[in-house]
Nanobody
Framework: QVQLVESGGGSVQAGESLRLSCGVS????????MGWFRQPPGKEREFVAAINWSGHNTDYLDSVKGRFTISRDNTKNTVYLQMNSLKPEDTANYVC?????????????????WGQGTQVTVSS
């Protein structure tokens, strides 16, 4: 059974940074793409970032480009999301996801396993 556990969320002021981690157990993330999604209060889930199996290809939501960085450490079976210059509109529950194919996707339906999420709250 594949389990994903996110950590690193919290409450910060606008302009500050957070680093989210997603630890995976039950299956190696090697050869698999990983993604981060978020669900703001009262809104639908949206794609944030994705990374392919090697880490050489990434994709981002336009509004986070230049501020967020997704990375992975296959030896630790962990994926990260470094979030800088946070804005109040980044407030959401951030969830990581695991996808069997090695190349990344921005579509939630392509991911097979999901974590419970970690809350990020940014105040102005």
């Amino acid at each position: 059974q594949v389990q994903l556990v996110e950590s690193g969320g919290g409450s910060v002021q606008a302009g500050e940074s957070l680093r989210l981690s997603c630890g995976v157990s039950g299956r190696t993330i090697y050869n698999n793409a990983m993604g981060w999604f978020r669900q703001p209060p009262g809104k639908e889930r949206e794609f944030v970032a994705a990374i392919n199996w090697s880490g050489h290809n990434t994709d981002y939501l336009d509004s986070v480009k230049g501020r967020f960085t997704i990375s992975r450490d296959n030896t630790k079976n962990t994926v990260y999301l470094q979030m800088n210059s946070l804005k109040p509109e980044d407030t959401a529950n951030y969830v990581c996801a695991f996808m069997y194919p090695s190349e990344m996707s921005v579509n939630a339906r392509d991911y097979q396993y999901w974590g419970q999420g970690t809350q990020v709250t940014v105040s102005s």
